[in-house]
């Protein structure tokens, strides 16, 4: 029987406790002949990512002994830890950031040595390798803190006498995706310098390997300073293919000769991601005449064929619509997939038989037709600025069918800003957004100007922009719903982490648009964080604002710290206490300046958590205070249990 109860105070079986009971982080599917494996991001063993096998039987085995941890800090937001090859692992260790090599059934070892950086910390950390088996050596990416700052090289391990590793390719500030040609002959990799972050501007190389195991012979393919490069990758007869937005969109090519790029399959669609992490993945070999490939058109993420000699893209029939770490395997197609209805899978499918296989959810208990009841789908909305332009977001109404609201009452609703602020809204089920939703409380999930997925041009709004167009989408997504009437204007909030907790802060202080805030690690200062963060993104605000310090003003002016006066509303903020992208002061000087103006502040720190939150109890805790902040203070709603 449905009881009626105000939106918000609806009991939900879908809390806290079985989020973090229940799920688990899938990264990276891998595949080392006809094995697969993929890694596991566990918060009920205080966030150990865990390299599992799935055995012959369709049973699972954990390959990766406690306490060993497969996690690089290569650009602090890693990706790209392990690789696989004839059996053997070779992988970074999150607590020392050595490279290890464990044989399967055995122990690991370490690759390189135990040194420490000068202001503490590891000297060498590791990301993206391959392995040269014609050579005996590892291949990868190496970043060093040394005394000179950080240095970031290709470098070639040998495994018969480990060491740091020699120098393959140094002289740019960033590499990665270094790829070797079926007969070991030719090394693609990419790189790019300070401004650009890898959706603006990266180069593709390709260089001869000499006799000595040297480089030689080095020839650009593609890129420069305003075209991003995607997977490079050889086909089985060794033709090199990468993705490119020369063309305006993420799109497949083909290297020809003399260096000369074919385009595959051209279209308004992204076959790419921004490259926030190493080892990303959309596309795969299924033979040397056809692509299995994920893209996003018009906002939806589709998984397909794509025939290599006609051109054609043959889109698969499934019920999934995100797509992620594509491999291609004996004919047959690996790859991390969601939809609204379920969370994240690693999933195999026989194209030709028409099949697809669940081999292990990341929310086992997601399957349940008693759980199902409860969930959410979203409606994607399109939403005009005040500029005449549009922004996207996914807005997921209220569900429980135990409950139903009194006639004539809006729900309140929370505003979700993602994080980058160069990525997007997933439609991928999230127990995370069903919590609120189940409970009586819309979500809105925007895809603000400069997010991806929609094309270079629309990604590029937030050139120089960054704490105006998205602040002013935001702002247009909350009003565009309460205006549909899918919301209580009286009861919106808007919650965000990192860039998103940086919009946040900057919405809050500019309007009164929204009644409270939630800021997960977010930017308060944007010149302090110019001035101490990491390598990574330290030139990334020339884009997102402007150089520092010769636009300093403009930072003052973009920093929602200088305009904290204009916060009159309950703010509650989270923050890990070894962050390094955006370190604990940034959401320190913010609660100050609102405590001594009398605001109502919600302040929690986590020890142990870096740059996001891993450990079950922290994300338990974060979750539940949020709502209850709200409850107390916006919402003004008796919750439910």
Known sequence: MTETMPYGSWRSPITSDLIVAEA???AKVLVDGGDIYWIESRPGEGGRSVLVRRLADGGLADVTPAPFNVRTRVHEYGGGAACLSHGSVYFANFADQRLYVQALGGAPAALTPDDKAPSGGARWRYADGVVDDCRDRWIGVREEHGGDGVVNTLVAIDLAAPGPGRILAQGRDFYSSPRLSPDRTRLAFLCWNHPNMPWVGTELWQ???????????PVLIAGGKAESIFQPEYSP???LHFVSDRGGWWNLY????????????PRAAEFGQAQWNFGQSTYGFLGAGEIACAYREAGRARLARLDLASGILTPLDLPYSEFGSVQAQSG???CIAGSPLDPPAIIRIDPAAGTCEILRQSVAGAADSGLRRYFSTPRHLAVATGDGETAYANYYPPRNPDFAAPDGERPPMMV???GGPTASASSTLSLGIQYWTSRGIAVLDVDYRGSTGYGREFRDRLKESWGVVDVEDCIAAARHAVAAGLADAERIVISGGSAGGYTVLATLAGGNCFKGGASYYGVSDVAALARDTHKFESRYLDWLIGPYPEQAELYRERSPLTHADGIDCPVIFFQGADDRVVPPNQTEMMVDALRRRHIPVGYLLFDGEQHGFRRAENVKRALDAELYFYAALVFRTRLGF
């Open 332 to 334: 047959q197609i690996l």
């Open 237 to 239: 007869d060794g033709t």
């Open 207 to 217: 260089v001869d390997i000499a006799s000595d195991g040297a480089l030689a012979d």
């Open 254 to 265: 083909r290297c020809g000769e003399a260096g000369s790029a074919h385009a595959l399959c």
């Open 416 to 418: 979700k800003c993602h």
């Open 24 to 26: 688990i982080g899938l």
